[in-house]
């Protein structure tokens, strides 16, 4: 059974930083595609970030001011957020899918993806 839960949600201030962290049990293959993906209030899930099979993409609009990474046993993957925006504001998503999905739309499609975690809330203010 595969479980993953996300911590290191908050509020913070525009330009401040977050570090969410997803904590992976269970058995994951060690080229699963993991990523990390946000929900703003009534529209679909969407990609910031993914990582597996030696590939990693970011969104345009996180690109260079979020970092995905996992430790070197891979059952934490985390994502580093600097300079946060309003537009930031969403519920935060770690989530993995098989070994080539990463390769499939970058792995930004949410459909694509096996486990998800509970979530955790990043809010932004002005």
């Known amino acids: 059974q595969v479980k993953l839960v996300e911590s290191g949600g908050g509020s913070v201030q525009t330009g401040g930083s977050l570090r969410l962290s997803c904590t992976i049990s269970?058995?994951?293959?060690?080229?699963?595609?993991m990523g990390w993906f946000r929900q703003f209030p009534g529209k679909e899930r969407e990609g910031v970030a993914t990582?597996?099979?030696?590939?990693?993409y970011y969104a345009d609009s996180v690109k260079g001011r979020f970092t995905i990474s996992q430790d070197g046993a891979k059952n934490t993957l985390n994502l580093q957020m600097n300079s946060l925006k309003p537009d930031d504001t969403a519920m935060y998503y770690c989530?993995?899918?098989?070994?080539?999905?990463?390769?499939?739309?970058?792995?930004?499609?949410?459909?694509?993806?096996?486990?998800w975690g509970q979530g955790t809330q990043v809010t932004v203010s002005s």
């Open positions: 989530a993995a899918a098989g070994p080539i999905m990463c390769y499939v739309r970058s792995g930004f499609r949410a459909g694509d993806y096996d486990y």
């Open positions: 269970g058995y994951i293959n060690s080229d699963y595609c």
């Open positions: 990582t597996g099979g030696g590939v990693t």
